[in-house]
T-cell receptor, first 113, second 112 residues
Framework: RKEVEQDPGPFNVPEGATVAFNCTYS??????FFWYRQDCRKEPKLLMS???SGNEDGRFTAQLNRASQYISLLIRDSKLSDSATYLC??????????????FGTGTRLQVTL | ETGVTQSPTHLIKTRGQQVTLRCSSQ?????VSWYQQALGQGPQFIFQ???????GRGNFPPRFSGLQFPNYSSELNVNALELDDSALYLC???????????FGSGTRLTVV
């Protein structure tokens, strides 16, 4: 089983739609959780951290369910500029004191007119 | 402006050669990690440095090695390059891992 699993997509949605991405992780000791966005041939950029209480940033809402080891990202009112790959990321202490990021393979979103 | 810069941006090497990739982190970012991202995959953890010492390593062979310097710069060295080493190599730095990492724009390495 992969440490972090995501549906690779692609998700093709019209502008203005609401789209949800899900992610599961295998290590119950994982410490922190993030969603990163990666545009084609660019570096990943932090979109938002994910907390158990849920957090919202404009059109984006992230949710963490530790009991189910499940993370979600909801995008409302999709824009063309939201087209990208969304990477689910968890951290947990690796060897020694290292805190490595473990990435899912990413979910590709394509927003169309 | 990412605050983490990597060089070179692109590189072509021949199988068997050695390569050094460089990263310059933001001031105060004591932790630097290197990741390998193959096409269509998420980044894979290579290793991490904290205050110039390696403090974690992923499933990569010893021919992948690194250094971190006091001026917040770091290097990734790969010896005896193989075709499968072709990938985007990302450097990421952080002050506090709880707050996430900032990535450089990466070095795209092609081994022929």
């Amino acid at each position: 089983r992969k440490e972090v699993e995501q549906d690779p997509g692609p998700f093709n949605v019209p502008e203005g739609a609401t789209v949800a991405f899900n992610c599961t992780y295998s290590n119950s000791a994982s410490q922190s959780f993030f969603w990163y966005r990666q545009d084609c041939r660019k570096e990943p950029k932090l979109l938002m951290s994910v907390y158990s209480s849920g957090n919202e940033d404009g059109r984006f809402t992230a949710q963490l369910n530790r009991a189910s080891q499940y993370i979600s990202l909801l995008i409302r009112d999709s824009k063309l500029s939201d087209s990208a790959t969304y990477l689910c990321v968890v951290t947990g202490f690796h060897t020694g004191t290292a805190s490595k990021l473990t990435f899912g393979t990413g979910t590709r979103l394509q927003v169309t007119l | 402006e990412t605050g983490v810069t990597q060089s070179p941006t692109h590189l072509i090497k021949t199988r068997g050669q050695q390569v050094t990739l460089r990263c310059s982190s933001q001031s105060g970012h004591n932790t630097v990690s290197w990741y390998q991202q193959a096409l269509g995959q998420g980044p894979q953890f290579i290793f991490q440095y904290y205050r110039e010492e390696e403090n974690g390593r992923g499933n990569f062979p010893p021919r992948f090695s690194g250094l971190q310097f006091p001026n917040y710069s770091s290097e990734l060295n790969v010896n005896a390059l193989e075709l499968d080493d072709s990938a985007l190599y990302l450097c990421a730095s952080s002050v506090d891992s709880e707050e996430g990492y900032t990535f450089g724009s990466g070095t795209r390495l092609t081994v022929v």
